[in-house]
């Protein structure tokens, strides 16, 4: 008994040691770190052989999503751009957004969505189905909120502050950052009412710092993107021979 208990306190002194060890080599030991990184692109040769099955396997596909994608949606008179405060492109989405709400019977006072989300103007000449994907390559959803007349006038505050957006149904004109003479549907604001703002997904969780829309109530979404909302928008003008050429109205001016 008394061999064992020697072996047992041996053996614990000798991890005990093993221990101490470790922790004075870690703590002795240098502190290694990064002082500089070069990235290397290293670039593949065009001159690599192509595989045969992979480019027959996709190319069908590439070539049927080509001719879906070149397939002309509108015509314009000239190049379509945004602006601030206003901008003929603010203006088509907007108004884009308003007519497929009604063609859904969406209750709505205002449509509304966000300058930085039109990335690309629309060219002059046919307007191509792709290009309709670069400006607006997002898949958001059009949704409704509604706002107090209060907040509401915060809304238009927070559009003024930015210097100006997508909008329609509604007029103002920007004074030192603040919206005035606000008209909804030609009608002068009124606080003690209720109004419900046309928009996207993005925009009514509080996106592009619209912290203004975390304050609205009766949140809806409906089951069409903003982008579909301007392609029905275009077809149509397309279809009834209408050459686009939205300009400004006075939407939005500056005093």
Do not use: H
């Amino acid at each position: 008994m008394g061999n064992f208990n020697s072996l047992y306190v041996r053996n614990s002194v000798m991890k005990v040691a093993w221990f101490l060890a470790i922790i004075l080599l870690c703590a002795c030991s240098p502190k290694l770190q990064v002082a500089s990184s070069d990235k290397a692109l290293y670039p593949i040769s065009s001159d690599l052989p192509k595989d045969k099955a992979i480019t027959d396997y996709y190319l069908p596909y590439k070539l049927r999503l080509d001719s879906m994608m070149n397939e002309v949606v509108a015509v314009s008179s000239a190049e379509i751009s945004k602006g601030r405060p206003e901008g003929p492109l603010n203006n088509l989405m907007a108004d884009a957004m308003a007519d497929a709400g009604k063609s859904r019977n969406i209750p709505f006072d205002i449509a509304y969505t966000n300058y930085g989300g039109l990335r690309i103007p629309l060219p002059k000449g046919n307007i191509l189905l792709y290009k309709v994907f670069e400006l607006m390559p997002f898949e958001n959803l059009l949704t409704t909120v509604k706002f107090t007349g209060t907040d509401i006038k915060s809304f238009f505050d927070y559009i003024a502050a930015g210097g100006g957006d997508p909008i329609a149904g509604a007029s103002f004109k920007i004074r030192d950052k603040k919206a005035i003479d606000i008209k909804i549907n030609g009608q002068p604001i009124d606080l003690t009412k209720s109004y419900t703002v046309l928009t996207s997904d993005y925009i009514a969780n509080g996106g592009d710092g619209g912290a203004i829309f975390l304050k609205s109530t009766d949140r809806q979404e409906y089951d069409l993107k903003l982008r579909d909302a301007l392609l029905m928008y275009l077809k149509k003008q397309n279809k009834a021979g209408v050459i686009i050429n939205p300009t400004n109205d006075g939407r939005i001016t500056v005093e």
